[in-house]
């Protein structure tokens, strides 16, 4: 079955550290997105990749570090530098950046720092 | 930039019709998507929307307007299991999705 994982889905840490959520695809998508969503609020992006070793900042970069060293794979790192990092991460995949650019998400992460 | 307005809830019956508009204001213009989303779940796909006028998908139909940067996502014999948020999303210049703040729609008996 192809698709989109995330994990874990409950993630707690202490004010302070890093965490690094997971995201992994086998669609054989080309773009990889982040998103952040807090409740009441829509979805606002974080970072986004078009390709393997290219990634660029969203709207709401401060705090947050990505890698794409594979297609299939885009973690995001929450650093302490986050001021306020608890919310509902999801992680998207499209085939391209282009019209029609349907996106499928993975099922997310919720994040609690203590 | 781009600016998406939708209301932030809407209650309907069972049964019944019902209409959640999105406004926008976008540089560039490359679609309009409405996603689906239950209380912590992944969104998921409803409809694209690129050319003016309605795509009809069963029960769901959406509709756009570029010149008046309207679009509305009419949901019809409303289920229970309807009861979700709706988010309108914006395919601007740069083919990155903005995404409105979600309608959240609650459907009763």
């Known amino acids: 079955d192809g698709g989109i994982t995330q994990s874990p889905k409950y993630l707690f840490r202490k004010e302070g550290q890093n965490v690094t959520l997971s995201c992994e695809q086998n669609?054989?998508?080309?773009?990889m997105y982040w998103y952040r969503q807090d409740p009441g609020q829509g979805l606002r992006l974080i970072y986004y990749?078009?390709?393997?070793?290219?990634?660029q900042k969203g709207d709401i970069a401060e705090g947050y570090s990505v890698s794409r060293e594979k297609k299939e794979s885009f973690p995001l790192t929450v650093t302490s530098a986050q001021k306020n990092p608890t919310a509902f991460y999801l992680c998207?995949?499209?085939?391209?950046?282009?019209?029609?650019?349907?996106?499928?998400f993975g099922p997310g992460t919720r994040l609690t720092v203590l | 930039g781009q600016n998406i307005d939708q209301p932030t809830e809407m209650t309907a019956t069972e049964g019944a019709i019902v209409q959640i508009n999105c406004t926008y204001q976008?540089?560039?213009?490359?679609?309009l998507f409405w996603y689906q989303q239950h209380a912590g779940e992944a969104p998921t796909f409803l409809s694209y929307?690129?050319?003016?006028g309605l795509e009809e998908k069963g029960r769901f139909s959406s509709f756009l307007s570029r010149s008046k940067g309207y679009s509305y996502l009419l949901l019809k014999e409303l289920q229970m299991k309807d009861s979700a948020s709706y988010l309108c999303?914006?395919?601007?210049?740069?083919?990155?999705?903005?995404f409105g703040r979600g309608t959240s729609l609650i459907v009763h008996p």
């Open positions: 998207a995949s499209s085939p391209r950046l282009a019209a029609y650019n349907e996106q499928f």
């Open positions: 669609l054989n998508h080309d773009a």
């Open positions: 990749s078009q390709i393997v070793n290219d990634f």
């Open positions: 976008t540089s560039g213009f490359n679609g």
């Open positions: 929307n690129v050319l003016d």
């Open positions: 999303a914006v395919l601007g210049g740069s083919y990155i999705p903005t």
